[in-house]
């Protein structure tokens, strides 16, 4: 892959995992990144509170300077768009979710009929929600290898239900250009619902067939729209 032009090679890209998941499911994107001259940061989730996952990642990118590309999976993207960081200069929704002001995480998530093949949650005794096991294989990242299924299941962390029912602020999706990448497989985030979200958005949808997971499973398309979204951030 050819190196970037000079004022792409100070750009910051934030990668934000959603629920169930921690920074290591970016690793077949931040390797490709960082080797042509991007910054590249795993931001960590407490996933407590949608509150503390804002405000964490507020933290994260306190800690950064230059222009920032900012991409959530899944849950991630109700937290990408509940910050107010002027140096972030793009979104990146990757199979996300993106509530519109006054909206829950969980009014987005169950809007319309989900796949038979996804699992029910509700919280355990502790009052989080662990993802269970078996699902991983047949609804969170159906395409995953063996060994990636291992891995996606054995470093999951659960989320407070306290992350998917407070109303959300204003979006920064409503400032910011946006790009969704629209997972024509995902059992977990219906496609035809990333479209609705994608669309009301005003975002540049970029479909491909591929799972719910694709940072693992598919990371070229992945790549592809990180790429295009840092470029436009910098000719911006």
């Known amino acids: 892959m050819p190196s970037q032009p000079k004022d792409q090679q100070t750009m910051n890209i934030v990668l934000v995992h959603g629920a169930w998941a921690d920074g290591s499911g970016w690793a077949k994107i931040i390797a490709p990144l960082a080797a042509e001259g991007f910054s590249v940061t795993a931001a960590p989730l407490p996933l407590t509170s949608y509150g503390d996952d804002v405000k964490a990642l507020d933290q994260a990118l306190s800690r950064l300077a230059g222009p920032v590309v900012l991409a959530g999976h899944a849950y991630a993207g109700a937290v990408i768009g509940g910050v107010r960081n002027d140096n972030v200069k793009a979104l990146?929704?990757?199979?996300?979710?993106?509530p519109d002001e006054g909206e829950t995480v969980?009014?987005?998530?169950?809007?319309?009929?989900?796949?038979?093949?996804?699992?029910?949650?509700?919280?355990?005794?502790?009052?989080?929600?662990?993802?269970?096991?078996?699902?991983?294989?047949?609804?969170?990242?159906?395409?995953?290898?063996a060994d990636e299924l291992a891995v996606l299941a054995a470093v999951q962390r659960p989320i407070s239900p306290a992350c998917i029912t407070v109303p959300v602020g204003r979006p920064l999706w409503k400032d910011r250009p946006s790009w969704f990448l629209v997972a024509q497989d995902d059992r977990m985030i219906a496609a035809a619902n990333?479209?609705?979200?994608?669309?009301?958005?005003?975002?540049?949808?970029?479909?491909?067939?591929?799972?719910?997971?694709?940072?693992?499973?598919?990371?070229?398309?992945?790549?592809?729209?990180?790429?295009?979204?840092?470029?436009?951030?910098?000719?911006?």
């Open 92 to 98: 990146v929704y990757v199979a996300a979710l993106a």
């Open 194 to 236: 990333q479209r609705f979200m994608a669309g009301r958005m005003g975002a540049a949808q970029r479909p491909f067939p591929v799972d719910h997971t694709p940072m693992v499973t598919a990371p070229q398309p992945v790549l592809q729209v990180l790429r295009e979204a840092a470029a436009a951030a910098a000719a911006a």
């Open 106 to 145: 969980a009014d987005v998530f169950y809007r319309g009929e989900p796949d038979a093949r996804a699992p029910q949650l509700a919280p355990d005794g502790n009052g989080l929600i662990h993802y269970p096991r078996q699902a991983f294989a047949t609804a969170y990242a159906q395409n995953a290898a």
